[in-house]
């Protein structure tokens, strides 16, 4: 392994002074006193830029630990400049030869060859992420849909155990994900939208950071609900399979086109119950008595999407300083108005980004604003990624990333209102309620209760 780690000092030593502004911007040396500066580019350089720690023992677990910090800071570091891609951060006489360098290496730079932007992941990230599949339990349910994917070729390896486990799947093997009772992992390449459980909208391609927001929502059958930014509907739909179609779902989205996609979506997956609306959710009245039942609210608004991995060809630029305070300041303005419509209870706020400014800054700042009125809640206690250390309570918040949770990079954070005249404490506790919501006071991936009531079965 000579050849490998000569590549990774010299790669290390041509990014050092991108590498020490990271340092800094992290504030990962004034954290970990005792890790000497030269080791900590190396293992920084191996966690962001390269393919990925291989060493072990305490310096994984300490670079590890500190990744979500030293991701986002590293996305700062790209609006601030400008670019896309990491060598686009090195002056330019280092950068000429970056491309066969790398390929000397085996190594394989962030962003170009692996197709769609990635701010922060090595250019394996797109295909190691696998296909995800949530089934639709409004038509079928997981049982009949593991049997029909049997009865087409494919081997069932039953509950996946760890990441790891997802990460080694290949060919037609497939498996039940560790945390989400309804989602099933095929292997990255899996292409299932010719497959007749698909068109039949038995199943939906959802990545698994996306179920998230409706699965820790978790609104009980007969509750009204608003997805706010609702286009294009997959988590309209499982907000709908989570209520059973029992209930009433106000779907929002201004672009009549995208309402148009979404009609089609939902009937597709034999939604009732969901009313959608084409209007400007900032634009919608709280006061109005149709809304006066709402006690859920799920609000994915518009984001930089600096954390989607794609599959296919292209390259985005890393969005402008004045486009990202111009985002954050929407998403600040449309959470404090979902917080608004009075019999609210329960508020799941999502972004497909990266960025702590459209993240933990805008949840910070609405909380300020509303005082003890709202709670951070600590959902999927045992989750890895945990939100960056920018408030005191951050770490209720969950992240996801390509290199630690195999999925798209995302964003989630759970409000509640506190009781009128309490504190406002920084979480729930374990065992606060008798009946939990979902991922809250219970491990994630904890089995449901049976279903009674037999769903159809796709022969």
């Not at 686009?88 to 006489?93: K, M, N, S």
Request: aromatic share 6%.
């Amino acid at each position: 392994h000579v050849r490998q780690l000569y590549a990774l000092v010299s790669e290390t030593l041509r990014y050092t002074s991108v590498l020490e502004k990271l340092l800094d911007g992290a504030a990962l040396l004034q954290a970990e006193k005792k890790l000497a500066p030269q080791l900590a580019k190396v293992l920084v350089y191996d966690l962001l830029f390269g393919k990925g720690l291989k060493c072990g023992g305490r310096w994984k677990a300490l670079a590890r630990r500190h990744r979500a910090r030293l991701e986002a800071e590293l996305a700062r570091m790209k609006v601030r400049h400008k670019v896309s891609r990491n060598e686009d951060l090195l002056a330019p006489e280092k950068a000429v030869s970056a491309a066969g360098e790398w390929a000397q290496a085996g190594w394989a730079s962030c962003a170009g060859s692996s197709g769609g932007m990635c701010l922060t992941c090595p250019a394996s990230a797109a295909s190691q992420v696998p296909r995800y599949v949530r089934v639709n339990t409004l038509k079928t349910c997981v049982d009949d849909v593991i049997d029909f994917f049997k009865r087409q070729g494919y081997t069932y390896l039953g509950k996946a155990a760890s990441v790891e486990e997802l990460k080694a799947l290949s060919g037609k093997k497939f498996l039940l994900d560790l945390h989400l009772p309804e989602l099933l992992v095929f292997p990255s390449q899996t292409d299932l939208h010719d497959n007749l459980l698909y068109t039949s909208g038995h199943i939906i391609l959802q990545d698994k950071a996306s179920c998230l927001p409706a699965f820790l929502l978790g609104p009980v059958a007969g509750s009204h609900v608003i997805d706010a930014c609702a286009a294009p509907g997959n988590k309209t739909s499982h907000l709908a399979a989570i209520l059973k179609n029992k209930g009433q779902i106000f779907a929002f989205d201004v672009d009549p086109k995208r309402v148009a996609t979404m009609n089609t979506l939902l009937t597709r997956a034999g939604v009732t119950g969901c009313q959608l609306v084409q209007q400007d959710f900032l634009t919608v009245d709280p006061r109005d008595p149709k809304y006066s039942r709402v006690t859920h609210i799920l609000l994915d608004p518009s984001c930089s999407g600096s954390g989607m991995v794609t599959r296919g060809p292209g390259e985005e630029a890393a969005p402008s300083v004045e486009r990202l305070q111009a985002l954050a300041g929407f998403q600040r303005r449309v959470l404090n108005h979902a917080l608004s419509f009075p019999a609210l209870r329960r508020l799941v706020y999502s972004t497909c980004s990266l960025l702590q400014e459209e993240n933990e800054d805008v949840v910070q700042a609405v909380l300020q604003e509303w005082g003890s009125a709202f709670r951070l809640v600590t959902a999927f206690p045992s989750w890895p990624c945990r939100g960056l250390a920018a408030f005191s309570g951050a770490k209720s918040c969950l992240r996801a990333s390509p290199a630690e949770t195999l999925t798209h990079g995302f964003f989630v954070a759970v409000l509640e209102r506190c009781k009128e005249g309490a504190a406002a404490p920084r979480s729930l506790p374990a065992a606060a309620k008798e009946n939990p919501h979902p991922g809250e006071g219970r491990e994630p991936g904890a089995a449901p209760k049976k279903r009674k009531k037999k769903k159809q079965r796709v022969k």
